[in-house]
């Protein structure tokens, strides 16, 4: 899944070949990431160019340049006669317009407007996480504060052949924030891309909906496609990447299903109509189609976007975050699994809301047996296409040893993470009371390497609170 390479090969067959999903691929990676970084996160355009852009396509996104039009809140991206362009909405982040009048052209999508839901008070003086306040002085000893802003300091460095690059690291324990620290142009509020932590919210979501009575995981979705193995998938099977289904996760290929989500129209029917490898329950296959599903079963549950949105928002409300966004594709379906962005406070904040088993400020939101559900390892045979083979839950990486191996050897047995693409993350560490998060770009994920960088920096930040 490196970006890198597959976005430079994207622009080098665009320019050749002249070939339309290649130049589709590029053209909209460009005006949708370069919109939800200006629009969202608040990034100037050489930020965007330079932490992104460039980064990612080893400069070849000077072919498809994106023109960013503050006026209007969009960004438009060309190459030949091949543009895509991409609006901002209040709520949602930014849409790819589609290519045709309908839903998900410029004027229909400009016309939903999503529910107010208001924002919880956080006061500048009270701590965090019910409040704004930041990390208190008396948080770590010097010796403590020393060991994990040393190892920051090498986070926050390009020091790797595959680069390593981070936007922020935030650390709590026992419920008190006690490390923080961001690269520059970058602050505590800033909603940075989390892609698959989106897989995790997705999960969160579930459990609240699961507990009301508005969602039964175990029951099939019926969808009309669906008239054959295909017919006994259940939600469950999607939270737990046990669908069965086709779907190419890589890369490197322009054309592949992964790329292709960044330009279509509906991104849960191309996902919908894949064939089966194997009948549901039978293999874990990770796969962001899953995702997608799910958040079309969603809307299809509650009766629309509006209502989806509404209910995340309230969510992520419950548990005081009012800056996380998840976009939506033009047929309205929220991208969980690649498209989301969240700060990294309110990141921390659902990190302490899974080490609290679903109880903020005294009240429960989701029930215990939720997270005992999100702990259990799949024991569905592996397929060979998963390239992180690690031991996984529902909509979570586990450290478990059995059935497929700790994916952060070093750490607790007990402790479990959402991850996403290029290295964000946060850990959850019960047995310590620790929660640790991390956004940045770093380029390596066909390989996995940064993992390794994960499992060090973890340990020496884990090490500081052993005794306390």
């Known amino acids: 899944m490196n970006y890198q390479y597959a976005l430079l090969a994207i622009a080098t067959t665009s320019l050749i070949t002249g070939c339309k999903d290649s130049q589709l691929s590029l ?52 190459i030949l006669t091949t543009q895509k362009t991409a609006i901002y909405r209040d709520g949602l982040g930014c849409t790819l317009v589609g290519d045709s009048s309908g839903v998900s052209d410029e004027a229909s999508l400009r016309n939903q407007v999503m529910p107010l839901i208001a924002n919880v008070e956080l006061d500048e003086n009270t701590p ?50 006690v490390y923080e620290r961001y690269a520059s142009g970058i602050n505590p509020q800033t909603p940075l891309y989390g892609f698959s932590l989106g897989k995790t919210l997705a999960t969160l979501l579930a459990g609240k909906l699961s507990a009301n009575g508005q969602l039964n995981i175990h029951q ?35 054309t592949s299903d992964a790329n292709m ?90 990190g302490q809301f899974m080490l609290q088993e679903g109880r903020w400020n005294d009240q429960e939101i989701i029930p215990v047996s939720w997270f005992d559900y999100m702990r259990t390892a799949v024991t569905a045979a592996m397929r060979d296409e998963n390239k992180l083979k690690k031991s996984y839950g529902a909509g979570i990486w586990l450290n478990h040893a059995e059935p497929y191996g700790k994916i952060l050897p070093s750490l607790a047995e007990d402790a479990y993470l959402g991850l996403g693409m290029r290295g964000q993350y946060v850990i959850v560490i019960p047995s310590q009371e620790l929660v640790i998060v991390r956004t940045g770009t770093t380029l390596d994920l066909d390989s996995f390497d940064y993992i390794g960088d994960i499992d060090l920096f973890s340990t020496i930040v884990a090490e500081q609170f052993k005794l306390k």
């Open 27 to 78: 053209t909209g990676y460009v005006a949708s990431m370069a919109c939800s970084k200006a629009f969202v996160s608040g990034f100037s355009t050489d930020q965007i160019n330079q932490q992104d852009l460039e980064l990612i396509t080893n400069g070849s996104s000077k072919n498809a340049k994106p023109n960013i039009n503050s006026a209007n809140k969009s960004v438009s991206s060309k």
């Open 220 to 254: 099939p979705l019926f969808y009309s496609q669906w008239q054959d193995s295909r017919g006994d998938i259940s939600a469950h099977h999607l939270l737990t990447m046990t669908s069965g289904l086709q779907f190419d996760e890589s890369y490197e290929d322009a």
């Open 261 to 350: 989500l960044f330009v279509a129209d509906d991104m849960a029917s191309l996902a919908i109509n894949k064939a089966a490898n194997s009948a549901a329950g039978q293999e874990f296959k990770y796969s962001t189609a899953n995702s997608l599903i799910f958040a079309d079963y969603l809307n299809k549950q509650l009766g629309g976007l509006e209502k989806t949105y509404s209910e995340f928002q309230t969510l992520m409300r419950d548990i005081s975050v009012n800056n996380a966004v998840v976009q939506a594709d033009g047929m309205g379906t929220m991208t969980f699994g690649m498209q989301d962005l969240i700060s990294t406070r309110g990141l921390l904040r659902v």
């Open 128 to 177: 965090w996480p019910l409040g704004q306040q930041g990390v208190s002085v008396e948080a770590l000893s010097a010796t403590e504060f020393n060991a994990i802003d040393g190892a920051a300091d090498v986070q926050f460095s390009e020091n790797k052949s595959y680069q390593v690059a981070t936007h922020s690291i935030a650390t709590a324990h026992k419920g008190q924030l």
